[in-house]
Nanobody, 115 residues
Framework: QVQLVESGGGLAQAGGSLRLSCAAS????????MGWYRQAPGKQRELVAS???????HYVDSVKGRFTISRDNAKNTVYLQMNSLKPEDSAVYYC?????????WGQGTQVTVSS
């Protein structure tokens, strides 16, 4: 089983930045699509950003121009750089690995943005 270990969450002020990391335990990471999702209390989990094995990226409209997803295949790691943070970005952020019919979720990391 692939293990995904997230880090980088925490507390930030509005307008500040945080960088999330998600490290995978297996080398087939490089063939996988990686996504960052978030879930705020009382809300459904939503896709924030994703990146394919070929480097194509997708963002939800609310984070376009503020968040950047990237990957380092040599380190089996995907990143989410979050700039210009807003209180509404507060949520538990999860990374997800997808490869064909296989998917794996990370344990989640809390991001809290104060106004």
């Amino acid at each position: 089983q692939v293990q995904l270990v997230e880090s980088g969450g925490g507390l930030a002020q509005a307008g500040g930045s945080l960088r999330l990391s998600c490290a995978a335990s297996e080398n087939f990471f490089r063939a996988s699509t990686m996504g960052w999702y978030r879930q705020a209390p009382g809300k459904q989990r939503e896709l924030v950003a994703s990146i394919t094995a070929g480097g194509n990226t997708h963002y939800v409209d609310s984070v376009k121009g503020r968040f950047t997803i990237s990957r380092d295949n040599a380190k089996n790691t995907v990143y989410l750089q979050m700039n210009s943070l807003k209180p509404e970005d507060s949520a538990v952020y999860y990374c997800k690995l997808e490869l064909l019919h296989y998917e794996r979720w990370g344990q989640g990391t809390q991001v809290t943005v104060s106004s």
